[in-house]
Structures are given as structure tokens and as C-alpha cells.
């Protein structure tokens, strides 16, 4: 088992990875809680529920609650209905959430912890590759339906808790997800990394190189979030290709395509953007044979207007004063924040569009 530590300005809370430790959650909570609610999703719940609720202790009363899978239930309605289950089984300032499953569902129960009797404690037991970033850093939201994560807090778990063995029933799709952000990571911190992830297969990251990929993903974001918890300077980095990653999943509709998936094109419109406005020379023929190779679903772009993702990425978090600020690369590992122009996006965005179309 491995562990890293991240510090925050409230507690420091470890990342345990290791295989099969869903089976002793129960040795890991240190606290004295009154009872324990674990919210998982439907696909989620019929591999892990049993043994996560076997781990836990008997004399401590232990609720369950399912909410649909998807990015579609990271809305009101499933929030209020799980707030409504807090207070029908009458969790008090003493009792722990468990946020069971991948990133929706972190977001999602970390969200209701974080708003319910003003905060009180969970654990995130990330069940996807995608997790391995959204479970660490203490952001938890849910979407509005113009745009991705506009309702949420910063709100840390007291420990995370990932077992390796739930990523092996992972469809393709999810794999594909957890790697856009894994090789966000890698852009963000190391040249090398980067290269040795674009000149490789994803049906080849298994065993250890994924639980290798994983920690060093772990530990970047561990790393910029203790340097900038609240996202005042370099931890708005972490958003490298999700100013567009998050105009995609808005525009689709929530689910269409998995995060990471948006996250992978996102970076390709970044790469774009960082070589023909600014003069960077980063690999993008390489990282467009990355992304072919892997199946990524490149070909969603001839699906939407360079106007409305323009739109769109206007209301992105990172928008002040109507300014557009995009998080580039000058070079691989060396990320910075730039305002673009509305007018320069629309251009950039069509030639991105058409040439994907092959007009």
C-alpha cells in the first residue's frame, strides 16, 4: 500500500492506494462516528456496495442511498433528494459520508457533506482512473444546466481511500477518461512523462505502470493544491483543457461523452491555441496520433457550432469581466494563465471544427 499526504489549510488527510483495501475501510476511519451514510452510484453499487458495507463497523448504524449513473445526477434534484435522506435517518455533526464510486459521485456526496449541518466529514473512495484527480483537492459541485460545476464549495475529505482492484471492471471509455487526465498531469509537470505516455497504448496501462501513472498524478495535484488551496494562482493550471472540456460536456448534454474524453479534446484545442497564437512548439502531431490511437471521440467537435462554444466557455469559472482566461503552455511543463480574445477563440475554434470535419 502507498500513501500520500495532502495538507490543507483545515486538515492534512492521506491518499491510500493499494488493492482490495474496500475490505477494510472500517480499520481506516479513526473516528468515533454516530452513524455512516455511503452514497454510491447504480453501476457502482452492484460491485462494491456489499463489501464496503461488510467493512464497516456493526455497532455503528450504516445507511445506504443509490442515485442513478451518469454526469446527468451531479444536479438539484439528486442533492436535495440525498439531503433529504441526511435528515430522514437523521445523520448528525457526528456522522461520516462515504462517497463510493468515480468522480460524479465524489463531486456529488462531497457536495451534500460539505452543505449539510454546515460540514460534516467524508471520505472519498474513488472506483475510476477520472477519480484519481477529482477525488483529491477538496472541489466538490454540482452542474447547473449552463454550465459544469457553478454550485460548489472547497471542502476536504478527511481521507481518501483507493482501491485498485475497482478499476479493473472499468470499461474502455472510462479508461480513456482517467487518462485525459492523467496525461493533463503529465503536461503540466513532466516533459519526459509526457513523451513516454504519447508513445503508448492505453490497452497496455495495467499493474504497476498505472498505479505508477496514478500516484505521480496524485502527487502533481497534491503538490499545486497545497501551494494554492483556493485557486488564487497556479492552482488554476489544474484546469489546463477544461475551459473547453466543460463547454463540450454543457453543450452535448451531461454524459455524452465521459470527462476525461472532453478533457483529451479540450487539450488538443490548448495545444492549438499555445503553438498558432503564442508561438509554443508543442507536440501536437504527436499528442492528435495519442489521441487516435486510444479511440479518444475527437469527431464530437463536427457536431458543434464555434459560436456556441464560444458562448459557452464564457461562462467558464475562470471568465472575469467577460475576459476569457485560458490556462497554455509555453512549453511542456511550463503552464500560465492568458486572457484570449473572444474573437480569436471563434477563429480557432472553426479551424479546429472544420479540420476535424476534413473541410
Excluded at 468515533?32 to 448504524?61: A, F, G, M
Excluded at 455533526?93 to 467524508?122: E, H, N, P, Q
Excluded at 475529505?157 to 478499476?167: A, F, G, L, S
Aim: with cysteine.
Amino acid at each position: 500500500m502507498a500513501s500520500v499526504t495532502v495538507r490543507s489549510s483545515s486538515h492534512d488527510y492521506e491518499v491510500l492506494i493499494g488493492k482490495g483495501l474496500r475490505h477494510g475501510l472500517g480499520e481506516f476511519i479513526s473516528s468515533n462516528y454516530t452513524s455512516i451514510l455511503v452514497i454510491t452510484d447504480s453501476t457502482v453499487k452492484d460491485y462494491y456496495l456489499q463489501d464496503v458495507k461488510k467493512s464497516l463497523p456493526e455497532t455503528v448504524p450504516v445507511f445506504t442511498a443509490v442515485v442513478p449513473s451518469g454526469e446527468s445526477s451531479k444536479s438539484m434534484e439528486r442533492y436535495e433528494e440525498l439531503l433529504d435522506i441526511c435528515v430522514d435517518v437523521k445523520l448528525d455533526r457526528k456522522s461520516l459520508i462515504v462517497a463510493l464510486g468515480g468522480g460524479m459521485i465524489g463531486d456529488l456526496a462531497g457536495f451534500v457533506a460539505s452543505t449539510y449541518l454546515r460540514g460534516i466529514d467524508y471520505i472519498q473512495m474513488p472506483t475510476t482512473i477520472l477519480a484519481h484527480d477529482s477525488s483529491v483537492g477538496g472541489k466538490v459541485a454540482i452542474n447547473h444546466p449552463k454550465g459544469k460545476n457553478l454550485i460548489g464549495s472547497f471542502y476536504h475529505p478527511v481521507q481518501v481511500i483507493y482501491d485498485m482492484e475497482t478499476i479493473e471492471t472499468l470499461p474502455e471509455s472510462e479508461l480513456r477518461s482517467g487518462y485525459g487526465e492523467v496525461i493533463k498531469h503529465a503536461f503540466l509537470s513532466d516533459e519526459e512523462w509526457a513523451h513516454r505516455l504519447l508513445k503508448g497504448s492505453l490497452s497496455k496501462s495495467s499493474g504497476d505502470k498505472l498505479e505508477s501513472d496514478l500516484m505521480k498524478g496524485i502527487q502533481v495535484k497534491a503538490s499545486i493544491v497545497e501551494k494554492d488551496e483556493r485557486e488564487a494562482g497556479i492552482r488554476k493550471y489544474l484546469n489546463l483543457g477544461h475551459t473547453l472540456a466543460h463547454a463540450i460536456e454543457a453543450e452535448l448534454g451531461y454524459g455524452e461523452i465521459t470527462h476525461g474524453e472532453a478533457v483529451a479534446v479540450g487539450l488538443l484545442f490548448m495545444m492549438k491555441l499555445s503553438n498558432d497564437l503564442k508561438g509554443a512548439q508543442l507536440p501536437i502531431q504527436a499528442y492528435k496520433e495519442w489521441l487516435d490511437r486510444n479511440n479518444y471521440p475527437v469527431s464530437v467537435l463536427s457536431k458543434i457550432r464555434p459560436d456556441r462554444m464560444v458562448e459557452k466557455m464564457m461562462l467558464d469559472k475562470k471568465t472575469l469581466r467577460r475576459k476569457i482566461n485560458f490556462v497554455l503552455l509555453h512549453e511542456l511543463s511550463d503552464p500560465y494563465v492568458v486572457e484570449v480574445e473572444k474573437e480569436q477563440l471563434l477563429e480557432q475554434m472553426s479551424l479546429l471544427i472544420n479540420e476535424v470535419s476534413g473541410e
